[in-house]
């Protein structure tokens, strides 16, 4: 069976880019599947995470970045032509778009008779805050709202991944498909270690500010903790300014990108995700597979995952002193670390690799039958 997927990038270090190269890099070991990957950018462009030799690299030389109205309607007129060569180049039997800026819209049209799956990797209540974030006119937002509830009932099959969003964009094309994370660990962490993490990109989707709020709180009662995040981004300077300001230099640090996070993670007693959305947050299983008791507010796909006060914490309120208050909870009582990491590890067997490839699979022969 021949897929071919479309991403937006593959030099980006993000979650979404890493599920999706990690479930093509699964395929592409199966006898039966070759792997066409389609994205924005050159030949020469380096994966962030590793890519089997065996898929075959699809790039796009069009920047598709750009908020101008010009150059999108250029860029659509140029895409229009580079999507059709490409399905004609490769003849795939599936087609995959995670969700990429511009294709989505006009996937559907092409080669109408091959089955196509977009599959999205943020909520539902995520796009309209992404849609805020980025166009402060609330006329682009509803346009952009009308756009997919009359473009994604298109695609033969639309993949969510939790339950709640399935409810909340209520269309009949819908499945329900988690993610998994490919990181093996050999042992989880011991909990002893007096640091927390947080991983996550330098955006403003990640809250990073209220986490260094937090801290400066948890820092009166606990000052022996450190707070690791990890992660690239534009905030990056800015949040470099707000650990100065608020005197953490000595105990927040970020450290960057790693090809090894599975190390940081086991050196760590506890993972913190302050994100104000997230679609399923790969990270939190990540965490827990290494055994970290975990800490999120109450958004969805955070809820899925944590267990609250079985294997972590939900915040149910988004200041500063909740989130202190929360991790406080956890580290000014250590005894209460082991079971709630045995938990968490326990939760993020219920992701496994097989299992959810599984589901993929079967997804694609059921659509494949139905040509």
Known sequence: MKILYFINKITNSGGMERIIIDKMNFLAQQNNYTLFLAYYGTKDDVSFYPLDKKI????????????????????????????????????????????????????????????????????????????????????????????????????????????????????????????????????????????????????????????????????????????????EGSLKEQLQNEISTLGLQNSVTLKGTSQTIQNEYLNSSLFILPSLYEGFPLVLIEAMKAGLPCIGFDITGNSEIICNGKNGFIVKERTPQALAKTILQIISHPKTLPDLGHNAYQKSLLFDKERIMLLWMQLFNTLSNKQ
């Open 56 to 231: 075959k690299k699809m790039p796009i030389p069009i920047n598709a970045d750009s908020l101008s109205f010009i150059n999108k309607s250029i860029n659509t007129i140029r895409l229009v032509r580079i999507i059709r060569s490409t399905i004609i180049q490769c003849k795939p039997d599936i087609i995959i778009n995670a969700n990429t800026i511009l294709v989505s819209w006009i996937l559907p049209f092409m080669k109408r008779k091959i089955p196509k799956i977009i599959e999205l990797h943020f909520s539902y209540d995520g796009i309209k805050q992404m849609n805020t974030e980025l166009y402060k006119s609330p006329i682009k937002g509803k346009i952009l709202d009308l756009l997919r509830k009359t473009i994604y009932p298109l695609y033969h099959k639309m993949v969510v991944l939790t339950e709640t969003d399935k409810l909340a964009w209520d269309l009949n094309n819908i499945s329900v498909i988690p993610n998994f994370t490919s990181l093996e660990f050999s042992t989880q962490s011991s909990l002893t270690y007096p640091k927390a993490i947080c991983v996550g990109r330098l955006e403003i989707q990640k809250d990073i500010p209220i986490l260094l709020k937090a801290w400066k709180i948890v820092l009166k009662h606990e000052p022996q903790w450190t707070l690791d995040i990890w992660g």
